[in-house]
C-alpha cells in the first residue's frame, strides 16, 4: 500500500504479542535487539521489539523521546515495555501498552497530555486505561477506548472539543459513544476539525473548522456538540481544509473549501450542501487543495488544485471536477504538489512537481502527465523532495533531491535491499531489513545522513540495532 505522507500527522506502531516491562536504557552493544516493526514521526523514530519493548530516539526538545531528559539521542533509547502501539508527534509522544493503558509525555502547554496540568514530561505517564487508539492535533488529543467511547482533552477557549462548555479541559473527558472511526485535522492558525463514524454509520462533525464553514461570517462563541451529518458511512479522512467521506454503498462525498475545485462539484463556488461527487468508490483520496477517487474497477480520478500538474490532466489548469487519470490502479498517494499511483501490475506511475528530479524520469522539470518510473513496486512515499520505493523483492530506491548527497538523483537510486517494511516521513526514513535489523537517515536542507554515521558512510550504513 502506497503511504500518505502528511506533516504532523500521527506515526502507529502495533505489535500482537506480550512481554514485561523494561525500564528506560540505553540499547548494550553486545544486545541483539529482534524488531517487529518500526516508524517515523516529524522528528523522531520509535522501533518496537518482537519482545515488545519500545526504543525512542531523535530530536528531545520538550521530552519528546521520554527518557527523563531534553538531550537529543543519536541511538535508540528503551523507553517502555510491553508495548502494543506507539506514536510520534511534533510535541508530545505516546503508546498505549499490551493491558490497554495509555502512556503520553512531552509538551502540555495547552493541557493535551491530559495530565490535569500543563507543563513538560519528559518519562511516560499513564493517563488512562482500556484505550484502542490514542489521536493528537497538535493542541488537542483523543483517546477511543475498547468500549468505543471517544474521550478529547486539551485547549478548549472557543468549545471547539465538543462538550458544550468552553471550561479548560486538563483531563480526558467523554465526548461521544459507539465511536467506530475517529479523525482529526487542525493547528493553531486554523483551528481544528474532529470527525467520528458511529458503529451504526453515522458522521458527526465539530471544531472551529467545521463551524466556520456552516457559519460564515459570525463571530463564534461556542462550537457546541458534535452534530451528525450524514448516514450509511464507511470512512471518513479530513485535512484542516476539506472533509471526504466514503459510504458503505461506496459513493463518496467532499466537505468543506473549494477554492481550487476540491469539492469536484464544477466550480469554485462555496458549497454548503454536501453532494455526492462519485459513485462505485473503492478508495477516497484527500491532500491539500484537492482530492481524488480509485474506483471499484481500477480507474484513479484526481481534481482540485494543478499548478503543478498534480492531477495528471495534462494542463496546469485547475481541474473543478473528477478527471481519469490511470486504469488498472491498486493504490495511490498525493503529495503537497506531486502524485503516484502503482498499478495492478506493480508499476510506478508518478508525476507532478519534479523540479528536483522527485519524479524519476531523469528530467527535473513539472510533468503533468502520469510518467512509469519502476517496476515490481510494492510500496511508495515522498519525503522531501524526494521519492522512495520498495519492490516485492526487498529493494529500496529513492530518487529525487540529495539522495546519497548527489544533487541530480533523478532517476531511482538502490538505496538498500532485503528490506521487509519502511516508513517515511517529511523529512526522516526508517528501514527495517528481512533479518530484523533496522536504518535511519534524515534530510537537514544542507545534506542526507545516517544517524549514527557520517554522510559519506551512507552507502555502508551499519543497522542501530
Known amino acids: 500500500m502506497l503511504k500518505k505522507i502528511i506533516s504532523g500527522c500521527l506515526v502507529l506502531l502495533m505489535i500482537l504479542t506480550a512481554a514485561s516491562c523494561t525500564d528506560v536504557t540505553d540499547t548494550p552493544e553486545e544486545e541483539q535487539v529482534k524488531l517487529r516493526t518500526v516508524a517515523v514521526g516529524d522528528v523522531n523514530y520509535a522501533a518496537i521489539s518482537e519482545a515488545n519493548e519500545l526504543y525512542v530516539w531523535g530530536q528531545n526538545y520538550s521530552g519528546l523521546v521520554g527518557d527523563g531528559t531534553m538531550t537529543y539521542r543519536h541511538q535508540p533509547k528503551k523507553i517502555l515495555g510491553n508495548v502494543e502501539q506507539a506514536y510520534l508527534f511534533s510535541n508530545m509522544s505516546a503508546a498505549i501498552k499490551t493491558n490497554h493503558d495509555l502512556y503520553v509525555w512531552g509538551d502540555s502547554s495547552y493541557e493535551q497530555l491530559g495530565l490535569g496540568e500543563s507543563g513538560i514530561r519528559t518519562s511516560p505517564v499513564k493517563v488512562m486505561e482500556q484505550v484502542s487508539r490514542f489521536y493528537h492535533c497538535g493542541e488537542w488529543s483523543a483517546a477511543l477506548t475498547d468500549g468505543k467511547e471517544l474521550y478529547v482533552c486539551g485547549k478548549n477557549t472557543k468549545g471547539q472539543l465538543g462538550l458544550n462548555h468552553r ?7 467523554k465526548v461521544m459513544d459507539e465511536v467506530e472511526q475517529f479523525a482529526c485535522a487542525g493547528n493553531m492558525v486554523s483551528g481544528n476539525l474532529f470527525a467520528a463514524v458511529t458503529e451504526s454509520g453515522g458522521l458527526y462533525l465539530w471544531g472551529e473548522i467545521f463551524d466556520r464553514w456552516f457559519r460564515p461570517g459570525q463571530d463564534i462563541d461556542l462550537c457546541g456538540t458534535p452534530l451528525k451529518v450524514m448516514d450509511d458511512v464507511s470512512e471518513v479522512l479530513v485535512n484542516d481544509e476539506n472533509v471526504a467521506v466514503l459510504t458503505r454503498s461506496g459513493d463518496m462525498y467532499l466537505l468543506g473549501d473549494n477554492t481550487y475545485g476540491q469539492l ?18 473503492k478508495t477516497i483520496l484527500l491532500s491539500y487543495h484537492r482530492a481524488g477517487a480509485v474506483t471499484a474497477n481500477g480507474e484513479l480520478y484526481l481534481w482540485g488544485c494543478n499548478e503543478y500538474g498534480q492531477t495528471g490532466n495534462g494542463t496546469n489548469q485547475i481541474q473543478m471536477s473528477p478527471a481519469k487519470v490511470l486504469d488498472h490502479v491498486r493504490n495511490a498517494v498525493l503529495g503537497m504538489q506531486i502524485s503516484a499511483a502503482m498499478t495492478e501490475d506493480g508499476t510506478l506511475y508518478v508525476w507532478g512537481n519534479g523540479r528536483y528530479g522527485q519524479i524519476g524520469n531523469g528530467r527535473k522539470e513539472i510533468t503533468s502527465e502520469p510518467c512509469p518510473v519502476l517496476e515490481n513496486v510494492k510500496d511508495a512515499a515522498f519525503s522531501e523532495h524526494t521519492t522512495i520505493a520498495l519492490t516485492e523483492n526487498g529493494e529500496v530506491y529513492q530518487w529525487g533531491y540529495f539522495v546519497l548527497r548527489e544533487t541530480d538523483a533523478s532517476r531511482p537510486v538502490l538505496v538498500a535491499d532485503r528490506i521487509s517494511t519502511m516508513s517515511v516521513g517529511e523529512t526522516l526514513t526508517m528501514l527495517l531489513s528481512e533479518t530484523g535489523k533496522v536504518y535511519a537517515w534524515e534530510y537537514n536542507d544542507t545534506e542526507l545522513y545516517t544517524i549514527d554515521n557520517p554522510p559519506s558512510q551512507l552507502w555502508k550504513f551499519e543497522p542501530l540495532f
Open 264 to 281: 469536484g462539484i464544477g466550480s469554485v463556488s462555496r458549497q454548503t450542501d454536501v453532494d455526492r461527487v462519485m459513485s462505485g468508490v
Open 167 to 173: 471550561e479548560s479541559v486538563p483531563q480526558f473527558q
